[in-house]
DNA sequence: CATCGTCTATCTACTAGTAGATAGTTTCAC
DNA sequence: GTGAAACTATCTACTAGTAGATAGACGATG
């Protein structure tokens, strides 16, 4: 069974928005792609920024689901954060930074539902990471920092920050390993 | 004596770009910001394009000479580091992230040209950066890591994810701070 | 008078969004 | 079951507005 039309308009609006920005992509632009008239897409999204808030929700969800396969498949809490690092390289593969970071940039254009939910996000997101550096402490595989939720924000803050410099070089995915895993290995050694 | 309309120009071109993104703004935009017709923005510069070349040379020029008065002025490597930081602060006043954070994640719709640019702008703060914490550590204010460009490197993924996490907030500054000084002292502090 | 900077007026291409029609399916009353 | 009504998903054709860009006129300055 092929995917539904609603599904393809988001999928081909997530690609386009994590690749050039919010402002950057059109209806226009998600018509040729999956061959289909600018009308029919209005039909399933009525606006632009319902389409966006619809996909930073679907985003979101998705991103979540991503986490909660961490936590419940893998064993160590050294292997959860590389696997958690490793979702925001992967992206980079295709010239894809995470969603909420390009949105981040786009904010100030951005209708107050969607900024909204972009912050709605951040705060999920960080509050996840923050529970699993806490379990790392519990189970003394890494130093206890003061506040694992600022611990938490630094590093997406980093993983973030490595997504953006890693666009515009060659091997991206590797410009991004460069930049994290030295990090990840001297901040979040057990010594 | 006033400043040039060509200046003028640049000045509010770069506050649009870096507080709303390369598609984002227009030239319709600046003419209403300092009372000049479209035409005559075009007379200064002729396509977008060159508009925003020069807006990347133009910022570069002007990061690197406070990265020069940061080295001249200040004694110790440690209010060096904190002054770099703070530049990364505040511009987030006026709703503002580095110019070339802006384009890099704007990275896809730009021209070769800009890309290069702002390629070249990342590659001298990182060297600058580098060099700075090579002093650091012959001076023995804070430890020698391994390779002072992948640590550079890591330092400007942090301080620009850091400013991409701090908009929206209400006191971006703060919380800019709040994600970056931590850091700083205890990733660079003597022991 | 010639250059500089600005203007008005215009252009083409594109934007998001709408109107109205249509083919195919589903629902439901009889 | 049949037929009418409603619904889904698409289409063509259009709107009003904006994008970047250009041509040519105008006034000032030196």
């Keep these: 069974m092929e995917k539904s039309t609603s ?35 209005h ?10 808030l619809k996909l930073v929700q679907y985003y979101r969800e998705a991103f979540s689901r991503s986490c909660d396969r961490i936590v419940q498949s ?6 959860q954060l590389m696997q958690f690092a490793n979702l925001y390289r992967d992206g980079l593969r295709q010239g894809q930074i995470c969603l909420c ?38 189970a003394k595989v890494w130093p ?6 600022v611990e938490a924000k630094g590093l997406i803050a980093l993983l973030q920050g490595a997504q953006l410099l890693a666009r515009g070089v060659e091997d991206s995915p590797a410009a991004f390993e460069q930049i994290v895993y030295p990090f990840l290995a001297s901040r979040l050694s057990k010594a």
Tied chains: 1, 2.
Excluded: N
């Excluded at 206890?144 to 939720?149: A, D, I, T």
């Design 101 to 138: 970071a390009m949105l981040t940039a786009d904010f100030a254009v951005l209708p107050q539902a969607v900024q909204d939910e972009v912050q709605a996000f951040f705060q999920q997101t960080e509050a996840w990471l923050a529970a699993l550096l806490q379990r790392g402490c519990e």
């Design 74 to 79: 893998v064993a160590s809490p050294q292997q």
């Design 144 to 149: 206890c920092y003061p506040s694992p939720e």
């Design 7 to 41: 599904q393809q308009i988001l999928d081909v609006a997530q690609d386009m928005v994590r690749s050039r920005g919010y402002s950057a992509f059109s209806y226009a632009d998600i018509s040729e792609r999956i061959g289909i008239r600018k009308a029919s897409i």
């Design 43 to 52: 039909y399933h999204f009525p606006s632009k920024d319902e389409l966006v």
